[in-house]
């Protein structure tokens, strides 16, 4: 069991997650509550990830981190190395491969709230920034918390874009998936079981939590 | 300005609100969707301090009215007034957000907030207050509209009337410039309205501002008084008293609305200038009736609307009565709607609907079959231009 890996890949998948919830609720809001007409094709180009393979996808995050990029070169002659196969470049490869994870789930627990108590509240006194945090935001909890943990348990489980953009370096860009790969490809398939089923089963509790906390019955309980 | 004025008011709750005037004029064009196309709001009215009913059916253009006097939805143009303060001008491109207004609004479905317990609910828009101040005003005013015992249930764990009075107080609570009520009596039995009503009533004596109080039921536009506006298809058809506007209706739609049981095509076959009368013909019948002689010529089409409790059966044909529409008939059904006897009675092929008490089904020993005569005043017949 490699714990340099597991660790590396826990701390990729709370970043990215982190920063997604920052991200996305934004775009989210701006997709649920926009009225501009050519809205659809953003909403087309941020679920792009979920139909694209990694590879393609990893491929034009390579091209857009890499040297000859205008980000590449900025962040070359800021930090004086290249961002692509290092931690901060798997970091962005990352957060655009699980953006629609995290929008997607944002975006219809707010489309979910009911208009007319949006309509109340601004009625009541309150502007748009304030019904979103009085409103919005507890109603949309349950939507919240899933687009949090599915592109958590989603970065977890990446392989093809790690592989693109991070490529393998122990400590920097191996994740527990490539990891996997590298064990099965020396034969050492014990190891890659355990690995394997550690994944698995976080993976597992994070959707069953998900699932779990949008039952009915406890999204009327009381702590909500 | 709106935020000033409110936040003043609110930090200071001994000093009385000065009393100022808060008309409401309101001159809009809204187009709006309905399930039978595109409709248009196109109104022009003032209301004064108190209850001015809008009645009309529905798909008729009231919530969308009230939407945009809330500031929910923006008209296409026009312009609205509260108290001299212009809520919204088209030409002058000024549109107060919804949330400057102070404007209370009242929705059809109530709108409480689900999460938020009755008490967070009615305290919803207190703002730049202690959280004592905050607790001792929404007490006050739950203890007035009798839901103080509901302070900490969630909107999901009580009554449909609670709930009510739960959204009013939520809305008044802010002393709002003008009070919009969305069918707020329709999901409540007769005692919880007329309870309701009586304690609006009194909150409205201590707080002179107009309340706009949508329906669409006859009864209510009754029962509150005051000035009615009657729409219809995004149209004010009608303006005026209650019982001006309503018993003499110009348009079907408000005969069936203000619930008219019979209404019957007719054609003026005779004018009586001198007895201030005129004669007309049911349908293709024979029947005739005298009705109120209203300015027509002899072929006139147009329809008379005569209520069912406005007529009378009688088991023999009546002798020196004032009422100069006697008609003989035979009972065709007779119906019981919990405790009024419906009875329907076919009059030389026109029928008409009676309603009797049960006692005067018993002591007349009506039924199916029984030769009557159906008896209506002259002034129970309402004539609509079609």
């Given at each position: 069991m490699n714990w340099e890996a597991f660790w590396l890949t826990v701390r990729l998948a709370a970043i990215v997650s982190g920063l997604l919830v920052v991200i996305g609720i934004p775009v989210a809001y701006w997709l649920t509550f926009s009225r501009w007409r050519w809205k659809f094709l953003v909403e087309a180009a941020v679920s792009l990830p979920i139909v694209l393979p990694p590879t393609v996808l990893g491929f034009y995050v390579l091209v857009a981190l890499g040297s000859r990029s205008p980000i590449g070169r900025w962040w070359e002659s800021a930090t004086g190395h290249t961002l692509a196969f290092t931690f901060p470049g798997l970091v962005i490869g990352s957060l655009l491969y699980s953006l629609p994870f995290a929008i997607q789930p944002f975006a219809s627990s707010f489309g979910a709230v009911d208009r007319r108590l949006l309509q109340a509240s601004a009625s009541l006194g309150d502007g748009p920034r304030q019904t979103f945090f009085r409103i919005i935001v507890p109603l949309s909890k349950g939507g919240l918390i899933a687009g949090f943990a599915l592109s958590f348990a989603h970065t977890l489980g990446e392989f093809g874009v790690v592989l693109m953009v991070?490529?393998?370096?122990?400590?920097?860009?191996?994740?527990i998936s490539i990891d996997i790969f590298d064990q099965v490809q020396t034969g050492n398939y014990s190891s890659a079981n355990q690995t394997a089923m550690i994944l698995l089963v976080i993976s597992f509790a994070v959707l069953s939590l998900v699932y779990g906390l949008n039952r009915r019955p406890w999204a009327a309980g009381p702590w909500r | 300005m709106a935020v000033k004025a409110r936040s003043q008011s609110a930090k200071s709750p001994d000093i009385p609100a000065?009393?100022?005037?808060?008309d409401l004029e309101v001159r809009i064009r809204k187009r709006y969707p309905n399930p039978e196309g595109t409709f248009s709001v196109n109104v022009h009215f003032r209301a004064l301090a108190g209850f001015t009913v809008i009645f009309g059916a529905s798909g008729a253009g009231k919530t969308t009215l009230l939407d945009c006097i809330a500031g929910v939805t923006k008209p296409d143009e026009g312009r609205i007034f509260v108290g001299g303060e212009e809520l919204f001008d088209s030409e002058k491109k000024r549109n107060l957000p919804a949330w400057e207004r102070r404007v209370g609004y009242v929705q059809q479905d109530l709108a409480l907030f689900p999460h938020l317990t009755a008490e967070e609910n009615v305290a919803?828009?207190?703002?730049?207050?202690?959280g004592a101040e905050k607790n001792y005003r929404s007490g006050e005013i739950m203890s007035r509209f009798r839901i103080d015992r509901l302070r900490d249930r969630k909107p999901s764990q009580i009554s449909g009337g609670e709930r009510q009075r739960v959204a009013l107080a939520r809305a008044l609570i802010l002393e709002p410039r003008v009070l919009l009520l969305d069918e707020p009596l329709a999901a409540l039995d007769r005692p919880a309205k007329s309870s309701l009503v009586n304690d609006l009533r009194k909150w409205n004596q201590n707080h002179r501002i107009p309340i706009l109080f949508v329906t669409h039921n006859g009864e209510e536009v009754f029962a509150l008084g005051n000035e009615v506006i009657i729409l219809d298809s995004g149209k004010i058809a009608a303006q005026g008293l209650p019982h001006e506007v309503m018993r003499a209706p110009r348009l079907e739609t408000i005969a069936q609305l203000s619930g008219f049981e019979n209404i019957f095509d007719a054609t003026v076959v005779a004018l009586h200038e001198t007895r201030g009368t005129l004669t007309c013909r049911l349908g293709k019948s024979e029947v005739e009736l005298e009705t109120p002689l209203v300015r027509a010529d002899t072929g006139t089409r147009l329809r008379v609307g005569m209520r069912a409790g406005d007529l009378l059966l009688a088991t023999e044909k009546p002798q020196g009565l004032s009422a100069r529409n006697i008609l003989s008939g035979t009972i065709q059904r007779i119906e019981q709607r919990d405790v009024i006897i419906s009875a329907a009675v076919d009059c030389g092929g026109v029928e008409f609907e009676v309603h009797l008490t049960l006692a005067a089904r018993d002591f007349l020993n009506l039924a199916p079959g029984k030769q009557v005569w159906v008896v209506g005043k002259t002034h129970s017949c309402h004539l609509m231009g079609i």
């Amino acid at each position: 069991m490699n714990w340099e890996a597991f660790w590396l890949t826990v701390r990729l998948a709370a970043i990215v997650s982190g920063l997604l919830v920052v991200i996305g609720i934004p775009v989210a809001y701006w997709l649920t509550f926009s009225r501009w007409r050519w809205k659809f094709l953003v909403e087309a180009a941020v679920s792009l990830p979920i139909v694209l393979p990694p590879t393609v996808l990893g491929f034009y995050v390579l091209v857009a981190l890499g040297s000859r990029s205008p980000i590449g070169r900025w962040w070359e002659s800021a930090t004086g190395h290249t961002l692509a196969f290092t931690f901060p470049g798997l970091v962005i490869g990352s957060l655009l491969y699980s953006l629609p994870f995290a929008i997607q789930p944002f975006a219809s627990s707010f489309g979910a709230v009911d208009r007319r108590l949006l309509q109340a509240s601004a009625s009541l006194g309150d502007g748009p920034r304030q019904t979103f945090f009085r409103i919005i935001v507890p109603l949309s909890k349950g939507g919240l918390i899933a687009g949090f943990a599915l592109s958590f348990a989603h970065t977890l489980g990446e392989f093809g874009v790690v592989l693109m953009v991070g490529g393998n370096i122990p400590g920097v860009t191996r994740t527990i998936s490539i990891d996997i790969f590298d064990q099965v490809q020396t034969g050492n398939y014990s190891s890659a079981n355990q690995t394997a089923m550690i994944l698995l089963v976080i993976s597992f509790a994070v959707l069953s939590l998900v699932y779990g906390l949008n039952r009915r019955p406890w999204a009327a309980g009381p702590w909500r | 300005m709106a935020v000033k004025a409110r936040s003043q008011s609110a930090k200071s709750p001994d000093i009385p609100a000065v009393p100022v005037s808060s008309d409401l004029e309101v001159r809009i064009r809204k187009r709006y969707p309905n399930p039978e196309g595109t409709f248009s709001v196109n109104v022009h009215f003032r209301a004064l301090a108190g209850f001015t009913v809008i009645f009309g059916a529905s798909g008729a253009g009231k919530t969308t009215l009230l939407d945009c006097i809330a500031g929910v939805t923006k008209p296409d143009e026009g312009r609205i007034f509260v108290g001299g303060e212009e809520l919204f001008d088209s030409e002058k491109k000024r549109n107060l957000p919804a949330w400057e207004r102070r404007v209370g609004y009242v929705q059809q479905d109530l709108a409480l907030f689900p999460h938020l317990t009755a008490e967070e609910n009615v305290a919803y828009g207190l703002r730049g207050l202690s959280g004592a101040e905050k607790n001792y005003r929404s007490g006050e005013i739950m203890s007035r509209f009798r839901i103080d015992r509901l302070r900490d249930r969630k909107p999901s764990q009580i009554s449909g009337g609670e709930r009510q009075r739960v959204a009013l107080a939520r809305a008044l609570i802010l002393e709002p410039r003008v009070l919009l009520l969305d069918e707020p009596l329709a999901a409540l039995d007769r005692p919880a309205k007329s309870s309701l009503v009586n304690d609006l009533r009194k909150w409205n004596q201590n707080h002179r501002i107009p309340i706009l109080f949508v329906t669409h039921n006859g009864e209510e536009v009754f029962a509150l008084g005051n000035e009615v506006i009657i729409l219809d298809s995004g149209k004010i058809a009608a303006q005026g008293l209650p019982h001006e506007v309503m018993r003499a209706p110009r348009l079907e739609t408000i005969a069936q609305l203000s619930g008219f049981e019979n209404i019957f095509d007719a054609t003026v076959v005779a004018l009586h200038e001198t007895r201030g009368t005129l004669t007309c013909r049911l349908g293709k019948s024979e029947v005739e009736l005298e009705t109120p002689l209203v300015r027509a010529d002899t072929g006139t089409r147009l329809r008379v609307g005569m209520r069912a409790g406005d007529l009378l059966l009688a088991t023999e044909k009546p002798q020196g009565l004032s009422a100069r529409n006697i008609l003989s008939g035979t009972i065709q059904r007779i119906e019981q709607r919990d405790v009024i006897i419906s009875a329907a009675v076919d009059c030389g092929g026109v029928e008409f609907e009676v309603h009797l008490t049960l006692a005067a089904r018993d002591f007349l020993n009506l039924a199916p079959g029984k030769q009557v005569w159906v008896v209506g005043k002259t002034h129970s017949c309402h004539l609509m231009g079609i």
